[in-house]
């Protein structure tokens, strides 16, 4: 089974490793990829770059067997659309391999805006993983998604290659990435929010209004 955690991580944080690592247990996978989406050129410029994005990523997750980075996005370029990265995979793994999809509730409430996210059951499982304070909302394609394709444990998901959701409610960190940008643009630490290596690329690149290290 593959399974895929898409997402900005702009900057990555402890919030996303923890998801990772309570996936990867909950769905007895030895590994999940993260996906990092590309920013356009157009709306780079208040946060960090494709590069610097991938950088923190392998930062983050160096020396941990579970996670993974997977660039395809970045280097496709241009705008990254979920139902391409899935139908490269699916390509790459052949149709009868499981592909699973990891998002919070608050990116898929908007599930019935991404492009041909019809298309999207069809080539992968959903894992919807509930974060406090984003629901579903009540009649939306995403919800009706839910309720029509739920099962009840992550071992059915073994089964088949596509088409199931499945929720997780784990333990979440109350960590957001627009929150580590805000104290760093006033001037406050992101220490213990973000491994330390990563903060000190933050640093050490000027990320999100930081001062540089060499002008500290
Ligand atoms: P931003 O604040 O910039 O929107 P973010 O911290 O929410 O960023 P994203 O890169 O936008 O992170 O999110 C990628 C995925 O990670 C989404 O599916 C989102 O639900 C999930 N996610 C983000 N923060 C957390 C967290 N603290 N715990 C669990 N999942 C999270």
Redesign the pocket.
């Known amino acids: 089974m593959h399974v895929i ?6 900057p ?5 490793l ?2 990772a690592l309570e996936v990867s247990e909950a769905l007895e996978v030895s590994r999940v990829h993260l996906v990092p989406s590309h920013i356009p050129p157009h709306r780079g410029s208040t946060g960090a770059s494709s590069a610097q994005r991938l950088e923190m990523i392998r930062q983050a997750i160096a020396g941990e067997p579970a996670l993974a980075l997977d660039e395809q996005e970045v280097h496709r370029g241009g705008a990254s659309y979920t139902a391409d990265t899935l139908r490269q995979l699916r390509a790459e793994l052949g149709p009868d391999c499981p592909l699973v999809m ?7 409430s908007s599930f019935d805006r991404w492009r041909e996210w019809q298309e999207i059951p069809g080539l992968a499982h959903i894992v919807v ?1 509930r ?1 406090p304070g ?1 629901e579903l909302p009540v009649g939306s394609e995403a919800a009706q998604l839910v309720a029509e394709r739920c099962v009840g444990s992550a071992s059915e998901l073994h089964s088949r290659p596509a088409g199931l959701v499945l929720e997780l409610a784990p333990p ?10 805000r104290r760093i643009a006033a001037g406050r630490s992101p220490r213990y929010l973000t491994p330390d290596d990563v903060c000190q690329s933050i640093r050490a690149w000027g990320l999100y209004g930081a001062r540089p290290v060499e002008s500290q």
């Open positions: 955690y898409g997402g900005t991580f702009d990555i944080h402890h919030g996303h923890r998801l990891v998002v919070g509730t608050d990116a898929f993983v974060r984003s979440l960190l109350d960590i957001s990435a627009t929150g580590i940008r």
